[in-house]
């Protein structure tokens, strides 16, 4: 069974918006460090955003204030809102769930346990 669904990727123009959903099925949302990453063909996966059972997030040093990621325990669901998009933002965005560690440790994918199957995400010009 998979755990993590994703969804809201989709085609948008420079400039525009998404919203990304993960849900999950697991019985330890709440215990556990949700992360977003993101792979381009031909690159590494890449870490986005992470947010902790305190709330606490952490960022891409790419992202510059574009994105927000947020939870819903009772839905048990994180988002990604994404504004601001940029051409090179285009790539398959992936949830993952992890432990708790300390944040900084969250950016390395390595760390987490579960991963959804990822939503497309294409920007164009």
């Known amino acids: 069974q998979v755990r993590l669904v994703e969804s809201g990727g989709g085609l948008v123009q420079a400039g525009g918006s998404l919203r990304l959903s993960c849900a999950d099925s697991?019985?330890?949302?709440?215990?556990?460090?949700m992360g977003w990453f993101r792979q381009a063909p031909g690159k590494e996966r890449e870490f986005v955003a992470v947010?902790?059972?305190?709330?606490?997030?952490l960022y891409g040093d790419f992202v510059k204030g574009r994105f927000t990621i947020s939870r819903d325990y009772a839905k048990k669901m994180v988002y990604l809102d994404m504004n601001s998009l940029k051409l090179e933002d285009t790539a398959k965005y992936y949830c993952?769930?992890?432990?708790?560690?300390?944040?900084?440790?969250?950016?390395?994918?390595?760390?987490?346990?579960?991963w959804g199957q990822g939503t497309q995400v294409s920007v164009s010009s």
């Open positions: 993952a769930a992890g432990p708790i560690r300390p944040i900084e440790q969250l950016r390395n994918p390595d760390e987490y346990d579960d």
């Open positions: 697991g019985r330890t949302f709440a215990d556990s460090s």
């Open positions: 947010i902790k059972w305190s709330d606490l997030a």
